[in-house]
């Protein structure tokens, strides 16, 4: 009887906290922050709409994304 609950038990350890899925939405994730502070690249206006609303709003919904991909069941 002990050992059935060992061999449950091993199984629960072995089985992996991050699908597929999720490892994927954090890489779009990364990728969205990226294309952000790409946003953010140039020698423009310091003051332009891209730089001072555009690009952030995209950073913040890349690690909102990533919380997201992380939390995902």
């Given at each position: 009887?002990?050992?059935?609950?060992?061999?449950?038990?091993n199984?629960?350890?072995?089985?992996?906290?991050?699908?597929?899925k999720?490892?994927?939405?954090?890489?779009?994730?990364?990728?969205?922050?990226?294309?952000?502070?790409?946003?953010?690249?140039?020698?423009?206006?310091?003051?332009?709409?891209?730089?001072?609303?555009?690009?952030?709003?995209?950073?913040?919904?890349?690690?909102?994304?990533?919380?997201?991909?992380?939390?995902?069941?």
């Open positions: 009887m002990a050992e059935k609950k060992s061999t449950s038990a199984q629960d350890n072995n089985e992996m906290v991050f699908t597929k999720n490892y994927q939405l954090l890489l779009i994730s990364i990728a969205i922050v990226v294309v952000g502070f790409i946003l953010m690249i140039g020698t423009t206006d310091i003051y332009d709409f891209r730089k001072t609303l555009l690009a952030p709003m995209v950073v913040l919904f890349g690690f909102a994304f990533g919380v997201y991909a992380i939390l995902k069941k």
